[in-house]
C-alpha cells in the first residue's frame, strides 16, 4: 500500500496497515481527558520560553523507553494520557528494519505504532532518547583514517584515541546522520506521524571527548597549533570553540537526513547535561569541569538547542537530598546561568533530568552491602533513614519550583520494571499534575519572581570571578531549624524552602514552599524577606502557603481541581 507524506510517496508495509487499523482511524479514541490534557500538553510545550504568557507549565517525560517489554512502555504512556497526566511522550530510538520478514519487524510495528498513533490523533508533541551520536566518530574505523580525516584525538606521538577531538577535521561530523537518521527505522516512524508539532531528539551527550585540561599532553593538533603553557582560560575557550563549531555540523546534516518537512521544521535537540555547572564554586578544582570563560558561563546555549542538566543525587558521590552538599543547593546555581542561556538563545528549550540515585536497588527489597554502594536509598538506611515516596516528592518539587522547567525527565535505568517504582513516579506525576490544576501554583508559576535570601551568599565561593560575586545565587530561607554557620558540606538542613513573589511593594503576594526530607515537623519558623516570620508545618512531602502582605494573612494553597477533570 502506498500514501502520500508530504510531496514523498512512502510504501506502507502490511504489519504498518495492520498497526494503522489498529490504532489509527478506525481503533481507540482518546478520552475526554486525554483531549483536554492534550491541549494543555501541545499548548505548553509551543509556548515562547519567556513570553507575555509568562512561563511554560511543566510536563513529565522519562528515561526509561519501555524497550524491554516492561517498565515506561509506549502502552502505559496510552493509559496516562487517558488518565488526563501531563506528559511529553517519550520513545526509543528507531533502529533496525521495520520490513524485516522476522519477528523484529512485528515488534519494531508493536513498540511504535500504539502510541505514535495516539500522538497524532492529539496531535502532541513527542521526544525520542538518542544515543550519543557523536560517539561513532571514534569507533575504530575512523580511528585508522588517514590523521587528516580522523576526528579522534591524536596524540603527540601521532597515535589517534578514543576521545573525539575540538581540533580535529569537521567533514566527518555529518555522518551520524546517516547511521542514526537516513535510516529505514526512522523513515517508518515519520510516516506513522509525519506532522507533530515538535520532536525533541534527546542525546546522552557523554561521548568521550579531550577535556580541556588534557590539551597539552594528550592532544598533537592542540600543540601545533598554540604550543605549551597558555593559560586555563584561553585552553578552556579554545576547546569550547572547536565544540561550537563542529556539533552544528552533526545537527545540521541529521535535520536535513530528515523524510518529512514537519520533523525538519520542529525538531530539536537537546543534550543530556547540556548546560553550566551546577558544582559551580563547590571546591577549588571545580573549573576542571567546566568550559567556563569571560565571554561565557558555559557554551551549552551556543551549540544545542536544549539542555536537560541533571538534578541527581548521584549514587556514587556523598551528595545528599538533606546536606548543604544536595541538589537543591548546587542548583540554586542555575538561575543566574538561566539568565545568560536565554539572552544567547531565547528558544533554549529548559528541561531537567531527576534521579534519586537508586540504582540496582528496588523499594522493598534488603539493601546489602554491596548495594550500599549503588544505592541511596541504602545509603540512607545505613544512616537510620528511610525513603518513602513522600520524600521523594518533598525533594522534586523544591527543584521543580526553583528550577521551573519545560519538562522533568524522571531517570531509571533501562532494565528497571515500573511497578515498584509507580508509587514514586506518580508522586511526579502529582506535583506536575497539580501545577496545571490550580490556579494559583499556575500564575505563580507562569509570573512568580524567584526570591534571593541576602542575609547569607551562596556558601560555595572557591574561585568565583569578581563578575559574579554580585549576582543572586542563594534562595534558601532561613529557619528556625538552621545549624549555626559557618555549615560544612555534610551540614544537615532540616527545611528546605522557598517563595516567589507577585505584585509590587504594598500589595505582594508569596508562594512559599518548604519540605523537610528526614521526617515531618511541626512550628517550624521560616523567614520571610521582606515579610517577616512565618510558623508552620513542614511535612516531608512538602507544603505550599500564599501569604499577602495587605492583609497580613498566611493561608494554605488550596489544592484545586483534579487533573482531567
Known sequence: MVRMIGECLVVIAPALLVASLVYGDAGRQPSGAARRAADAIRREALLPTNGPAGRPLPLVSHWNMGSYGRGWTPQYQVELLDQGHHILPWLGWPQGDPDASDESAHRFN??????LHHCRRLQLPISFRGTQWEAMLVGKEYRQLPLGECPAVVTPEGKPINKLS????????????????????????????????????????????????????????????????????????????????????????????????????????????????????????????????????????????????????????????????????????????????????????????????????MPGTACTPELVKKAKACQYLKDGQTYTPERYLGWAQFGLWLLRPRAVREFRASTEPLEPWRP????????????????????????????????????????????????????????????????????????????????????RQWLVYAHSPLEDRKKVEITLPEYGALQLDVPRAGTFLIVDEKTRSVRPVDEGRSAGR
Not at 508493536?110 to 502510541?115: I, S, V
Not at 502529582?430 to 519572581?449: I, Q
Request: aromatic content about 18%.
Open 110 to 115: 508493536d513498540y511504535y505504532a500504539g502510541l
Open 166 to 361: 575540538p581540533f580535529g577535521p569537521v567533514g566527518k561530523w555529518q555522518d551520524p546522520a546517516g547511521r542514526y537518521v537516513g535510516t529505514p527505522a526512522m523513515r517508518r516512524v515519520q510516516a506513522m506521524y509525519p506532522d507533530p508539532p515538535l520532536v525533541l531528539f534527546v542525546s546522552n551527550n557523554e561521548a568521550p571527548d579531550l577535556r580541556w585540561h588534557q590539551a597539552e599532553t594528550l592532544s598533537k593538533r592542540y600543540l601545533d597549533r598554540y604550543g605549551r603553557n597558555r593559560p586555563d582560560e584561553f585552553k578552556r575557550k579554545v576547546v569550547a570553540e572547536g565544540w561550537m563549531e563542529r556539533y552544528p555540523i552533526m545537527f545540521r546534516a541529521m535535520r536535513d537526513a530528515l523524510a518529512s518537512d514537519a520533523w525538519k521544521k520542529n525538531v530539536r535537540f537537546v543534550g543530556y547535561g547540556a548546560f553550566g555547572p551546577s558544582h559551580f564554586g563547590r571546591w577549588a578544582q571545580w573549573k576542571e569541569y567546566s568550559l567556563i570563560t569571560d565571554e561565557w558561563t558555559s557554551p551549552d546555549w551556543h551549540i544545542w538547542d536544549g539542555g536537560s542538566p541533571s538534578y541527581y543525587t548521584h549514587n556514587w558521590s556523598d551528595i545528599r537530598d538533606h546536606w548543604l552538599w544536595s541538589t537543591q543547593v548546587e542548583s540554586m546555581n542555575w538561575i543566574f546561568q538561566l539568565d545568560e542561556a536565554w539572552e544567547v538563545n531565547p528558544d533554549f528549550w529548559w528541561e531537567v533530568s531527576l534521579w534519586d540515585g537508586n540504582g540496582g536497588w
Open 424 to 507: 514514586f513516579f506518580e508522586q511526579l506525576l502529582f506535583a506536575v499534575d497539580r501545577v496545571h490544576a490550580n490556579k494559583t501554583l499556575e500564575d505563580f508559576w507562569r509570573h512568580g519572581r524567584l526570591v534571593a535570601n541576602c542575609a547569607h551568599q551562596h556558601p560555595f565561593q572557591a574561585d568565583v570571578a569578581e563578575k559574579y560575586q554580585s549576582i543572586h545565587r542563594w534562595f534558601l530561607l532561613d529557619t528556625s531549624l538552621d545549624p549555626k554557620r559557618p555549615w560544612e558540606m555534610t551540614t544537615n538542613l532540616p527545611v528546605f524552602s522557598l517563595a516567589l513573589v507577585r505584585g509590587e511593594e504594598g500589595s
